[in-house]
Structures are given as structure tokens and as C-alpha cells.
């Protein structure tokens, strides 16, 4: 266990928590990025720790070097919850991190901070983490191809009644799945997407920003009652932090009913919705992440006659919820990332064509 933090009340606290537990052994203690490379390439650590905000390297580039020379589970520990801060951590779950959890506030209200943090670093640390090569968030990574236009028709999308419409659930290590599967998309492509990601409510608020800077559509957070999405105006819509989003009635539809599967969103909440509503014109995607959420749902869209996609063992930094999926004999399809995004392309020139 590594723990990079340049604080050292806080470096303190973290490790007098991780220090407690017998199962758990702190084998270093950084106090810059600079160091935390350092320190994982010679320790060789099972889960790092990491803030964002450190001096001489940032937490993001020390992500970014880790996750290309020396992949090891990283766990962000951090107090950002401004805009520009909050970018820098998606960056850094875009390069590879596993999870975020925030610091310790030192009062009261994180009576529970303790049990979480030693969980949750439990859960890191029995991730197998994959290399992410740094070049994978450079500028040229985000170029979009255009798919030809279907031939015989006249130019410009037309739009059926009810539009296909592509649905993307994800959890742990979702960012980085999400990001390479936008990126692959081309700039004309012409569907509608609902996302639904398992990101903590304190680091939340921010992500369709920043995800907009990262894709080819652009991306905003859903508002109850609003339109669904046509392909008159291709976009991205996520489900709000702490709100399940769902489909009826041709309208996008904000809930509170409890969780589901520990979850809010829930990616099954959102599936379930398009299997009765949309139905065949469905194409979901369930991409990396722990548990098992999302996987009825991609069932019950593939009986709806919709298309099914699960994201590949060997892309994936958590196999739970594809897994599940597949085991329930979900997916018409398991592929990576990029594959997926090339699918979708295919699917989407189809589409258009057939709507001539």
C-alpha cells in the first residue's frame, strides 16, 4: 500500500487508518507525484492512494505515468469538488484510476469515513488493472471520422417517430470505457445517447461538462419531462448525480425510488424503461463495473428484440456487471470499447439508410 498525499495531517490520518487493519500493510508515503512514481516503481505496491492536487507533479500526470509504465489500482483520495478540480480527477479516471473517494472532513460527519476508506481500498487492490498508454488522452486521440452517407437520398438525417436510441450503463471504470467509446463515434453520427454512470454524488456534479470536452456530441445532464433526444439533435444525456433516469411516454423521466442494486442511477432502472417504451429500436451497451446492475435490463432488451452489447472481459477493469450479463445470456454481442463504438457507427449508417 502506497499512499501519496502531500498534507501531512491528512497523509497521517490515512495511514494511522490503513495501519489498524491487520490485513493491510502501508509499505510508503509520498509527498509529490514526483515521489509517488518513484515510490510505485520500486515498491511495486498493490493499491496506491492518490491526491490530485499535489506539488512538482499533479495527480493526473502521476495517474497518467503509473497506468503507462507501472499499471497498479489507484484509489483517488481527494477534497476537490470545484469545477476545474473535479475535471482533473475525471482526467485522471479517464487515465486509469479506479475509483474516488473524498478526504476525511475531521468532524463529525464522517463518523464512517474510516470503514469506508479500508473497504473501499480492500476493493481497489483486487482489481487487475490494465496498461492505459498516456498517448490515449492526446488530442489526436479525440479525432472523429465521418461515416459516409448512405447513398440514394437526399442529404441530411431524417428522423422516424421514435428514433433509435443508444443506452450506455457503466460503473467502475466507466470514465476511461465511456471516453474511448465516445471518441471512436463520428462526428456525424445521428443517434441519441442516455448514459448512466455509478460515480460518487460528491465528485458528480461535473462530469457532463467535462465528458462534453471529451466527445464528439455534445453532453448535458437529462431534465425531467424533457423531450427524448431525436436525431435531429444527436447528443449525449447522463443521468443526474442521486436521480434514476427512465424513458416513457416519448419523454425522459427523473425519479427518487430507492436504489436499485445499491445504485441511483441505476443503469437497470433507465434499461428497463427502454425495453417497454422504445423496445426494438433499442442498443445497449453495459460497459465495465462492479456488481451486477444493468444486466436484467439488457436481458429484457434483447427479448424486446433490441440490441445487446457487452464490453470484453480483457478491456474491462471490473468484468461484474458484463459478466452478469452475459451469464444471463444477455449480449448479442461482447467486444471492447473501440469495437463497440465501430458497431454503433455501422448500426447508425444502417439506420439513417432504412429511414430514407
Not at 75 to 88: A, C, D, M, P
Not at 203 to 209: P, V
Not at 216 to 222: I, K
Not at 294 to 319: P, Y
Request: hydrophobic share 45%.
Amino acid at each position: 500500500m502506497l499512499v501519496v498525499e502531500d498534507s501531512l495531517t491528512v497523509r497521517r490520518r490515512i495511514v494511522e487508518v490503513l495501519a489498524a487493519d491487520p490485513e493491510v500493510e502501508v509499505v510508503g508515503e509520498a509527498e509529490d507525484g514526483k515521489r509517488g512514481i518513484e515510490l510505485c516503481t520500486s515498491l511495486r505496491p498493490d493499491v496506491i492512494t492518490l491526491d490530485m492536487m499535489l506539488p512538482l507533479l499533479t495527480g493526473v500526470a502521476a495517474t497518467e505515468y503509473i497506468m503507462a509504465y507501472c499499471p497498479t489500482p489507484i484509489l483517488i483520495v481527494s477534497s476537490s469538488t470545484n469545477r476545474g478540480e473535479l475535471f482533473k480527477t475525471y482526467d485522471a479516471l479517464a487515465a486509469g484510476a479506479v475509483d474516488v473517494l473524498e478526504k476525511p472532513a475531521g468532524d463529525a460527519t464522517d463518523h464512517d469515513w474510516d470503514t469506508r476508506f479500508v473497504s473501499t481500498v480492500k476493493l481497489v487492490s483486487r482489481i487487475r488493472v490494465i496498461t492505459h498508454p498516456r498517448a490515449r488522452l492526446g488530442g489526436t486521440a479525440r479525432a472523429s471520422l465521418e461515416v459516409p452517407e448512405p447513398t440514394g437520398a437526399a442529404a441530411g438525417p431524417a428522423t422516424p417517430a421514435t428514433p433509435h436510441i443508444v443506452a450506455i450503463g457503466a460503473s467502475t471504470g466507466g470514465p476511461s470505457a465511456i471516453v474511448e467509446l465516445l471518441r471512436g463515434l463520428p462526428k456525424n453520427f445521428s443517434m441519441p445517447v442516455l448514459l448512466v454512470l455509478h460515480l460518487g454524488r460528491a465528485f458528480a456534479g461535473a462530469f457532463a461538462d467535462w465528458l462534453g470536452t471529451q466527445s464528439p456530441l455534445p453532453v448535458a445532464y437529462a431534465l425531467d419531462d424533457e423531450p427524448l433526444p431525436d436525431g435531429r439533435q444527436p447528443r449525449v444525456v447522463v443521468a443526474p448525480p442521486g436521480r434514476h433516469l427512465a424513458v416513457q411516454g416519448g419523454r425522459l423521466k427523473l425519479t427518487d425510488a430507492p436504489e436499485r442494486h445499491s445504485c441511483k442511477p441505476s443503469v437497470d432502472v433507465l434499461f428497463e424503461s427502454l425495453a417497454t417504451h422504445v423496445g426494438s429500436r433499442t442498443i445497449a451497451c453495459l460497459l465495465t463495473g462492479m456488481g451486477r446492475d444493468g444486466a436484467s435490463g439488457l436481458l429484457a432488451i434483447r427479448k424486446a428484440g433490441g440490441t445487446t452489447i457487452a464490453q470484453d472481459e480483457a478491456s474491462c477493469v471490473v468484468f461484474g456487471m458484463p459478466r452478469e450479463a452475459i451469464a444471463l445470456g444477455a449480449a448479442d454481442m461482447v467486444l471492447p470499447p473501440a469495437e463497440i463504438a465501430r458497431t454503433l457507427a455501422s448500426l447508425d449508417a444502417v439506420a439513417r439508410r432504412r429511414a430514407r
